[in-house]
């Protein structure tokens, strides 16, 4: 199993846990409602690395630039991924 699918089965048993035992939903099949969760968990963690990995290749594009400018890596890193995650619609 891979990290990725290792977080989001512990996420998802978190998840339908906490809402079964506050009563907040009733699930006839848990084992069901858990990979739909798991599944949705799964998708969100995909897209997000995608979103990383092309902010870090557009800043590796502009690498002399940055260097020129003296810019920090690290918050320019956090603006682009946000930007790009707003871009899509996704909420990091």
């Not at 998840?15 to 858990?34: G, M, P, Q, S």
């Not at 997000?48 to 690290?74: F, P, S, V, W």
Request: avoid cysteine.
């Amino acid at each position: 199993m891979t990290r990725r699918a290792e977080v989001a089965e512990r996420m998802a048993d978190a998840v339908i846990r906490r809402l079964t035992t506050r009563k907040v939903i009733e699930v006839k099949n848990e084992a069901a409602a858990r990979a739909a969760v798991r599944q949705v968990v799964v998708d969100n963690l995909a897209t997000e690395e995608k979103i990383d990995a092309e902010a870090r290749q557009l800043l590796l594009d502009n690498a002399k630039q940055i260097k020129d400018h003296g810019a920090d890596y690290r918050v320019l890193l956090s603006k682009v991924k946000v930007e790009l995650a707003r871009k899509r619609g996704f909420i990091l």
